[in-house]
T-cell receptor, first 109, second 112 residues
Framework: EDQVTQSPEALRLQEGESSSLNCSYTVSGLRGLFWYRQDPGKGPEFLFTLYSAGEEKEKERLKATLTKKESFLHITAPKPEDSATYLCAAKAAGNKLTFGGGTRVLVKP | DAGVTQSPTHLIKTRGQQVTLRCSPKSGHDTVSWYQQALGQGPQFIFQYYEEEERQRGNFPDRFSGHQFPNYSSELNVNALLLGDSALYLC???????????FGPGTRLLVL
């Protein structure tokens, strides 16, 4: 069965303090690894799609990387507006996304 | 370009009742998926509709059913509501050419 695990569950950062979020996945035939940002009470907002090991994508202070077993979301010099829950999801054969439990990030000024 | 829209935004029901949630996909998208997100957890896949047919289903009971209309919009129906059905229900859309799914704002359902 497909499985996605995110760590840590929660992360408290000072503004400017860089860190990384981990997403471990076990799926047969990965067709995409997705990162979303979710603000309280809202739907997930798409950030990145990664397709193969070694691939990297960047957007402002966020950078996502992919290996054969894990993905990392690096947050460089975060600002308070980066506070959110970050969700990782894997897509194997078929059409569903399998999500991890998310990492709640709080950036304090 | 309108994104994914869902209605209603909030809903309160009592146990045993039935509920219908609605979703309009992003312009140009023909595939709609539904997810259930309990508080503090990641979304769980319910099912996906394409060409008005249920294409794949997650581990949810038959109380959860859906429909897709010719204009690609979709409904999620839940019968015999239980307290445990309280959650944020998310709709996501994509097209046959893409892997990425785009989510709507969700419908918050509270079952009392």
């Amino acid at each position: 069965e497909d499985q996605v695990t995110q760590s840590p569950e929660a992360l408290r950062l000072q503004e400017g303090e860089s860190s990384s979020l981990n997403c471990s996945y076990t799926v047969s035939g990965l067709r995409g690894l997705f990162w979303y940002r979710q603000d309280p009470g809202k739907g997930p907002e798409f950030l990145f799609t990664l397709y193969s090991a070694g691939e990297e994508k960047e957007k402002e202070r966020l950078k996502a990387t992919l290996t054969k077993k894990e993905s990392f979301l690096h947050i460089t010099a975060p600002k308070p507006e980066d506070s959110a829950t970050y969700l990782c999801a894997a897509k194997a054969a078929g059409n569903k996304l399998t999500f991890g439990g998310g990492t709640r990030v709080l950036v304090k000024p | 370009d309108a994104g994914v829209t869902q209605s209603p935004t909030h809903l309160i029901k009592t146990r045993g009742q039935q509920v219908t949630l609605r979703c309009s996909p992003k312009s140009g998208h023909d595939t709609v998926s539904w997810y259930q997100q309990a508080l503090g957890q990641g979304p769980q896949f319910i099912f996906q509709y394409y060409e008005e047919e249920e294409r794949q289903r997650g581990n949810f009971p038959d109380r959860f059913s859906g429909h897709q209309f010719p204009n690609y919009s979709s409904e999620l129906n839940v019968n015999a509501l239980l307290l445990g059905d309280s959650a944020l229900y998310l709709c996501a859309s994509t097209s046959g050419q893409q892997e990425t799914q785009y989510f709507g704002p969700g419908t918050r359902l509270l079952v009392l």
